[in-house]
């Protein structure tokens, strides 16, 4: 440890040193009318007395902020020149100093040149930087019927499947958060969540592939980063303003409607954002057929129709208080309900070898589930007059996902040698409670140099109380050799330190976090506890080839500590033919990221091309097996060791002022291997989604998406792709304050459902599934907004907690729930 500090300092010693007079400009180029960020702008440097050759080059970011390093003293210019747009000029003098900010430079419409022609300036939808894409959802037309799963499947880096089960960069381990804060009921049903929460309601999504040593080290395959509409500044505040909008919506599958308000009154700024949805979804089949291998043989076939209702409500209230240009205070309230209720009818057969049926049953399940969330947290920003580029920053955070869960299985038969059909019920309870606790400081060092160190503790409570009861005649009797109370402790702390600097056309970021975390349990007298350090490196490299193209390298180690659900030993006996339970003896999964990304930024043309490599020698996976009472054991283990190649393509052509088409895909290599099972599988995945949206006179939008998958592979098997379309139409009215959409998803495999195949094989059996989803959709929702758009702005700190929540599983009620939803369902 003190050879890397010394090594660090050492660093940031020499790079001050080769800095000497240069500067790093920048500032914000805002529309004058709307004060909204202008994307894509060229911008050209000039010396005072040359204004005929350009010292520099730069392009704007989606936000319209720009930063250039310029060496040496004098007068210089800075050149704005964009079609249908005044042309701008803004003198200033570099004194030597190491940064200075031009502020907020407002740009107006040319009014003679858009009265000689009609000119439509699409924003682009993606900035691309080597460690983070931003999908730009709020200018997704799209974006107004569909959700926020369905823009998933546009964003680089991210692949929903069939199943809307959701990778990012190619790993289903992936940490999600809201404006940087966590928020663990998001993490544990991501799919869910994102099906039944309008895409209106975000204004973009953040890929985070490299996240920097400021994020928690979980997380394999990176962040997923939900960005609301608050500013993350802390200059100064807009005139009193306030804007507000309603919307509802309407599907073949249920409806729901939102809210969404923002005043500002000085200095004050608040708003608050509020969905309510509910969804009926009939017509689920599954066939399971699991046969034996080797010994007596025989197969278990069974066949389960289900439907389910799901409500959910969400709201979230923020604020932020700027004392003065250098002091922010800013917090955020957050409650959240999601529920679950499913009836099922189930019949299974038994067979030998031969195909006889040796015994049936057939029997009945009823399940209701009810998540929350809460999420309080508050921060404290803290500028330096002179120095607008440093910053340090307090921050608290609590939060809370209690839940419950009841379930009902009655069967209608006798009794079978090994086969227990005595009809059960459990009553669960469970809960994740966390207190963060951080420190931030951010500083330029020299010009174009930037050093980042921080400090945070975690205290977090997992709980899992489980119930089961037996059926004794007409009463439940409780059995106490089924159930278990389990209670899970996490304390977590880390110290971490970057830093980023920028020769020419060279940026270099490095840092390393170091992580020590306790952990005990509480088993009903069977506890134990373990304590273990995690030193996590980053590194990235980018050159930039010009205005508009960059590449870039970059590694990361991250970590995936196994949350309750993963670890908790009670044995779920709701299929009086399998078993499933956690493992108490599960360690943290390790793995190591390297990428290789090409980035063309132009007016008419997007490419992002990224080749990654990532390898796990200890992946947390489940996997099955009979036991000798012949019933099927499912469960996990440090079990794989995996390499993964993929190469993700994101290419968006702007045909003409009012056509895009875009191509989103990806293909993988995966390989698994398992020493302790003595299995290995491997394959090729592809996915890919094309899309043309056209804007039409009248202020109308359409749009038209075609998704299609191959195989995704796992160590004991693989499951079917799967191929849909999506066509949308949106119409403006009164100066874009009234919106009205429709959208109408199908898929193409032929019918109105999606049909899903996996398999699954042991050394001694292979099961089969095949889940019959209903996919075919129509929705409609109108929005109306009032207010002065753009006027408020509630502002956040510009680093806050951002707890990249630990690995946890989906239960089967869950994952099935989110697979009837299918896509492009209620908003």
């Not at 283990?637 to 009012?658: E, H, K, Y």
């Not at 804007?695 to 191959?710: E, K, Q, T, W």
């Not at 099961?767 to 956040?796: C, D, R, Y």
Request: charged share 15%; proline share 3%.
């Amino acid at each position: 440890m003190k050879r890397f500090l010394t090594t660090l300092m050492l660093a940031v010693i020499f790079s001050t040193a080769l800095s000497a007079q240069r500067t790093l400009v920048k500032g914000d180029i805002l529309d004058a009318l709307t004060r909204q960020g202008e994307p894509a702008a060229v911008l050209q440097f000039f010396r005072a007395d040359d204004t005929a050759h350009p010292v520099a080059f730069t392009t704007t970011d989606l936000d319209g902020a720009f930063s250039q390093v310029l060496t040496g003293k004098g007068a210089y210019t800075l050149y704005f020149s964009g079609i249908g747009r005044q042309d701008c000029r803004i003198p200033f003098t570099l004194d030597g100093e190491e940064t200075l900010d031009l502020g907020e430079i407002l740009i107006e419409d040319d009014i003679e040149a858009l009265a000689e022609a009609s000119v439509t300036a699409q924003r682009p939808l993606v900035k691309m930087e080597v460690d983070r894409m931003t999908y730009n959802v709020a200018d997704d037309v799209d974006s107004k019927t569909a959700t926020v799963l369905d823009m998933l499947r546009k964003v680089p880096m991210v692949t929903v499947d069939g199943q809307d089960n959701i990778t990012v960069n190619g790993s289903s381990s992936f940490q999600v958060t809201v404006d940087g804060k966590p928020s663990q009921l998001f993490s544990g049903n991501p799919s869910q969540i994102f099906k039944m929460m309008p895409a209106s309601s975000v204004k973009d999504i953040q890929v985070i592939t490299n996240p920097g040593v400021r994020y928690d080290a979980e997380g394999v395959g990176g962040v997923l980063n939900l960005i609301t509409n608050r500013e993350t500044t802390g200059g100064q505040s807009m005139a009193d303003a306030f804007y507000g909008s309603v919307r509802a919506m309407g599907s073949t599958r249920g409806g729901g409607g939102g809210l969404f308000l923002t005043r500002q009154a000085g200095k004050f700024a608040w708003s608050l954002n509020g969905n309510g949805m509910y969804m009926s979804m009939p017509g689920t089949t599954t066939d399971v057929s699991r046969e034996l291998i080797g010994g007596v043989g025989g197969s278990t076939l069974t066949h389960s129709e289900s439907a389910m209702t799901l409500p959910m409500g969400m709201g979230t209230f923020s604020a932020s208080y700027e004392i003065d240009p250098q002091n922010l205070i800013s917090a955020t309230a957050g409650l959240m309900h999601f529920g679950t209720s499913m009836d099922g009818l189930t019949s299974t057969t038994m067979t030998n070898a031969q195909g006889a049926t040796l015994f049936g049953y057939d029997g009945t399940s009823l399940m209701k589930m009810t998540s929350n969330s809460i999420t309080a947290s508050v921060d404290y920003q803290h500028l330096w007059d002179d120095v607008p580029a440093r910053s340090l920053i307090f921050s608290y955070q609590f939060s809370g996902t209690p839940s419950t869960s009841v379930s009902e299985n009655t069967f209608n038969a006798g009794t079978l040698a090994g086969l227990d059909l005595t009809s059960r019920k459990t009553d669960g309870t469970q809960g994740s409670f966390d207190h963060t606790f951080q420190v931030d400081f951010t500083t330029p060092l020299g010009a174009g140099g930037t050093f980042n160190a921080g400090a945070k503790y975690i205290s977090r409570r997992n709980s899992s109380d489980q119930q089961l009861y037996l059926r004794n005649g007409s009463d439940w009797a409780y059995s106490d050799a089924g159930s278990l109370d389990y209670n899970f402790f996490n304390r977590i702390g880390a110290l971490y330190s970057e830093f980023k600097t920028t020769f020419g056309p060279v940026s270099l970021l490095g840092g390393a976090r170091y992580e020590y975390t306790w952990q005990s349990v509480d088993n009903g007298g069977n506890g134990f506890s373990t304590r273990y350090g995690s030193l996590v490196p980053t590194a990235s490299l980018q050159w930039n080839l010009g205005m508009t193209q960059n590449i870039g390298l970059s590694y990361n180690m991250r970590i995936s500590r196994p949350g309750i659900s993963y670890l908790n030993p009670y044995v779920d006996t709701s299929d009086p033919t399998a078993r499933s339970y956690g493992n108490g003896e599960l360690e943290v999964e390790r793995g190591h990221n390297i990428s290789l990304v090409y980035n063309l930024y132009s007016p008419d043309w997007i490419v992002n091309l990224t080749l990654r490599e990532t390898l796990v020698g200890n992946g947390i996976s489940p996997y099955s097996f009979y036991d000798d009472r012949q019933l099927l054991n499912t469960t996990y283990g440090n079990i794989v060791r995996s390499c993964t190649t993929g190469l993700n393509a994101f290419i968006n052509w702007n045909a003409g002022p009012d056509t895009r088409i875009f191509l989103n895909g990806g293909l993988n290599y995966v390989d698994l291997r398992s020493d302790v099972l003595g299995q290995r599988n491997s394959g090729l995945s592809y996915n890919a989604m094309l899309g043309v949206q056209q804007a039409l006179p009248a202020d109308i939008s359409l749009s038209a998406n075609v998704v299609a998958m191959g195989r995704n592979y796992t160590l004991q098997g693989w499951s079917t792709g799967m191929s849909m379309a999506m066509i949308g139409a949106t119409k403006s009215f009164l100066d874009d304050r009234l919106g009205i959409s429709i959208n109408y998803t199908v898929p193409l495999s032929g019918g109105k459902g999606l049909q899903m195949k996996s398999v699954t094989e042991g050394r001694d059996f292979r099961s089969v599934s095949v889940n019959t989803i209903p996919m075919e959709n129509l929705n409609f929702s109108i929005s109306w907004s009032f207010g002065k758009q753009g006027g408020a702005h509630v502002k956040s700190a510009r680093k806050s907690i951002s707890n990249d929540d630990v690995l946890n599983v989906e239960s089967t009620a869950e994952s099935l729930g989110s697979s009837m939803m299918g896509s492009g369902g209620m908003m």
